[in-house]
């Protein structure tokens, strides 16, 4: 029977643990690889079926979110409504809501820039040839939608006209803002009383601006009193108006 001597069995004894050491090591780093391979090939199927939104999209995401819950919330629960109700609303935590805004006068006045401007488009509507409306075909399309239920007024969200001029009272900027928007319908709507004048449908001495201006506030009157549901023929009250006005 071959003995092995206390030099070689020390040798034998180190040789065999290192050979079970790198099988070891071996396997543990086939393990990784494997586990790396599977996790890139999965990540790259996940990304092909659902890409994941960029950084800017992401932010822009939360920036619409915060707005939208705004224009939901406000005309209900008034403009001081809460940042942690708005927030929680739209989805998004109250530092979210830094990330974008200063303060409540900023995310107030981007509402309101909002329904502003998409007001103006509602109710300014050009012809196929590109020249304003004629005040009578303008004044016509509004009583159909009013009453159709598809006018602005009863179907956006957004600031009523009190919440308007409450806002316009505690920020000078919001306050610049709304009264750019108003200059901006005069110019407009002095377009449309003009275009009457050529068509020999509204008297011709009158100021077109001045008149421009004079519709304009009529206008904010009856959102006013839309929102107090206060009972008013809005089809006889703008027929009488342009019949004063054509004679």
Not at 221 to 229: A, E, F, R, S
Request: contains cysteine; proline residues 4%; negative net charge.
């Amino acid at each position: 029977m071959m003995r092995l001597n206390f030099l070689e069995f020390d040798y034998f004894y180190f040789a065999y643990g290192f050979v079970c050491k790198s099988f070891i090591h071996i396997r543990s780093r086939m393990s990784i690889s494997l586990n790396i391979r599977y996790n890139v090939i999965s990540a790259n199927r996940n990304s092909d079926i659902m890409p994941k939104p960029s950084r800017a999209e992401a932010k822009q995401a939360s920036r619409e979110a915060l707005i939208k819950s705004a224009m939901e919330l406000m005309p209900e629960k008034g403009i001081d409504v809460s940042l942690d109700e708005l927030c929680a609303h739209a989805g998004y935590t109250r530092g979210a809501f830094y990330v974008h805004f200063k303060n409540r006068d900023e995310l107030t006045l981007e509402v309101m820039t909002i329904n502003g401007e998409n007001w103006l488009n509602s109710i300014f509507k050009p012809r196929p040839d590109g020249e304003a409306e004629d005040l009578f075909t303008m004044v016509q399309r509004f009583l159909t939608e009013m009453v159709s239920g598809t006018y602005p007024i009863t179907q956006e969200a957004g600031l009523r006209p009190h919440q308007l001029l409450e806002a316009c009272a505690r920020s000078e900027s919001i306050k610049q803002r709304y009264l750019e928007l108003v200059t901006d319908s005069i110019r407009r709507l002095t377009a449309n009383v003009e275009q009457s004048q050529e068509k020999q449908q509204l008297n011709q001495t009158i100021d077109p601006e001045q008149v421009a201006s004079l519709l304009l506030a009529l206008a904010i009157g009856v959102h006013t009193m839309y929102d107090l549901n206060y009972p008013i023929d809005f089809a006889k009250g703008s027929m009488a108006l342009l019949q004063l006005l054509a004679k």
